[in-house]
């Protein structure tokens, strides 16, 4: 486990200058947050979010380095697909990834509402926007990316995991399901990634002052740290751009209101997750 300060986060950010960042969800947030950091240090970003004003007005910010919005709607593949093709057509490729776009929970899964005495089918959109989403986004991504790679070119895809990807919350199964899943679906790219020199990483922030937390559970969590929404994009930038593919596959953790730190891809192997790994090991042995 190693502890990165503030300072540390932008070590290698340089390495962004020129680059085109793909970005969903960025008109407020950690995705606009994160967008305005890539900007500041060179980066041509292509925002893709629902709402467009709010997308725009952050692209208005970061002309100078470059930067373009447009609607997208993460569940809709052609929405995603004419994102990058944009980004693609107006700076010449995809270098950085970040599946930002997600919503809170929706709906009462554990309430189920009839019609005529009988259950009907649960809302998933939470699932489908937070999860489904991300993978069209990483899915295409990945495409792109492999258009244009030259050796030791910078290409990474940084997801947004959560604390709930480690932690169940209460009244919360579809969000903390798909942010488990976040969690195992970068996991399991990683190998693959890792050997075409694409960098992937999960970012997992605890709450923070963002319009995805509603305002009963910011009354809840008064007096409580908060994660700083600056050091989650901080986080986002020095997981794309660590020039050592040892730390690909890594987990990035703001568990509070300090520092970073960053979860090695052996120590997801320890305690109970020891057992596990050599009992799954060896049942294929």
């Not at 305005?36 to 725009?56: P, Q, S, W």
């Not at 940084?158 to 969690?183: C, D, N, Q, R, V």
Request: proline share 5%; glycine share 10%.
């Amino acid at each position: 486990m190693t502890t990165i300060t503030d300072e540390q986060l932008h070590l290698y950010a340089d390495r962004v200058r020129g680059k085109v960042v793909v970005i969903t969800g960025a008109a407020n947030g950690f995705g606009r947050e994160t967008a305005l950091r890539f900007a500041n240090f060179g980066a041509k970003v292509v925002i893709g979010d629902l709402d467009v004003d709010g997308a725009e007005h952050v692209t208005a910010t970061i002309r100078t380095s470059g930067g373009v919005a447009r609607r997208c709607d993460v569940m809709n593949w052609d929405d995603q697909i004419s994102l990058f093709e944009l980004a693609e057509s107006r700076y010449g490729s995809v270098d950085v990834v970040v599946p930002n776009a997600g919503v809170t929970e929706l709906g009462t899964f554990t309430t189920p509402k009839l019609i005529n005495g009988k259950p009907i089918q649960p809302l998933f959109k939470t699932l489908e926007i937070n999860l489904v989403g991300v993978m069209y986004t990483a899915h295409i991504g990945l495409y792109y990316m492999q258009k244009r790679r030259t050796k030791d070119d910078l290409k990474s895809i940084i997801f947004l995991g959560s604390m709930a990807s480690w932690e169940p919350i209460p009244g919360g199964p579809m969000y903390t399901a798909a942010k488990h899943g976040i969690l195992g679906f970068m996991r399991s790219i990683d190998p693959s990634c890792r050997s075409q020199g694409i960098r992937v990483a999960t970012i997992h922030p605890w709450f923070a002052d963002t319009a995805l937390v509603p305002t009963i559970v910011k009354v809840f969590l008064a007096g409580i740290p908060l994660t700083p929404i600056k050091r989650v994009a901080g986080a986002i930038v020095c997981a794309a751009t660590d020039p050592d593919m040892e730390t690909s596959g890594c987990t990035w953790l703001l568990p509070d209101g300090g520092y970073v730190f960053r979860l090695e891809r052996e120590q997801l192997k320890e305690g109970v997750y020891r057992m596990i790994d050599a009992r799954a090991k060896a049942a294929v042995m």
